[in-house]
T-cell receptor
Framework: SQKIEQNSEALNIQEGKTATLTCNYT??????LQWYRQDPGRGPVFLLL?????KEKRKERLKVTFDTTLKQSLFHITASQPADSATYLC???????????FGRGTSLIVHP | SAVISQKPSRDICQRGTSLTIQCQVD?????MFWYRQQPGQSLTLIAT?????????ESGFVIDKFPISRPNLTFSTLTVSNMSPEDSSIYLC???????????FGPGTRLTVT
């Protein structure tokens, strides 16, 4: 069955550094992969989508890579700020499906 | 994008009772979804709420336990029936815009069953 793996341990980094979160998947060939941010007590918020034919996508301080050979996506936040502290969910999806499969998320804590 | 509200935001219910959660969207949308998120777990899709027809349920979820209504393109309800403590969770509705794959989520309903 499909398996989405995100690091269950929180990532602690210092303000100003680059945070890198990993999403690995197995038994799956997604056509796209999304990243969401979720704050405590709130619903997830869409951040970025990358398609299988794209290697990299950027939006302001965010960068996502998608390696279909390694079956992995990396999510980077440059010049991180304490306000970036949240849980980040990756969600790969099959082509033609509007319903991705969500990972458990990785908690990011940015220390001032 | 879409703005989504949910009612109630939280509730504590006794086992054996039912709770209906409302989801209101500020614009007409084709796709509405209901998810469950248990502590430390990923979002699990319960069903897709279809306007004018029965909801489409995912494996492990049945209509008798989670009846869903979708009377129009801006509103849906999810009922959690005959609740047990295992139903304690956060329930989220989301919408898809149809033209893209991104989803917009409501704030969630935190349900505790005692």
């Amino acid at each position: 069955s499909q398996k989405i793996e995100q690091n269950s341990e929180a990532l602690n980094i210092q303000e100003g550094k680059t945070a890198t979160l990993t999403c690995n998947y197995t038994n799956y060939s997604p056509a796209y992969l999304q990243w969401y941010r979720q704050d405590p007590g709130r619903g997830p918020v869409f951040l970025l989508l990358i398609r299988e034919n794209e290697k990299e996508k950027r939006k302001e301080r965010l960068k996502v890579t998608f390696d279909t050979t390694l079956k992995q996506s990396l999510f980077h936040i440059t010049a991180s700020q304490p306000a970036d502290s949240a849980t980040y969910l990756c969600a790969p999806g099959a082509g033609g499906s509007y319903i991705p499969t969500f990972g458990r998320g990785t908690s990011l804590i940015v220390h001032p | 994008s879409a703005v989504i509200s949910q009612k109630p935001s939280r509730d504590i219910c006794q086992r054996g009772t039912s709770l209906t959660i409302q989801c209101q969207v500020d614009s007409q949308v084709t796709m509405m979804f209901w998810y469950r998120q248990q502590p430390g777990q990923s979002l699990t899709l319960i069903a897709t709420a279809n306007q004018g027809s029965e909801a489409t349920y995912e494996s492990g979820f049945v209509i008798d336990k989670f009846p869903i209504s979708r009377p129009n393109l801006t509103f849906s309800t999810l009922t959690v029936s005959n609740m047990s403590p295992e139903d304690s969770s956060i329930y989220l509705c989301s919408v898809g815009t149809g033209g893209t794959y991104e989803q917009y989520f409501g704030p969630g309903t935190r349900l505790t069953v005692t």
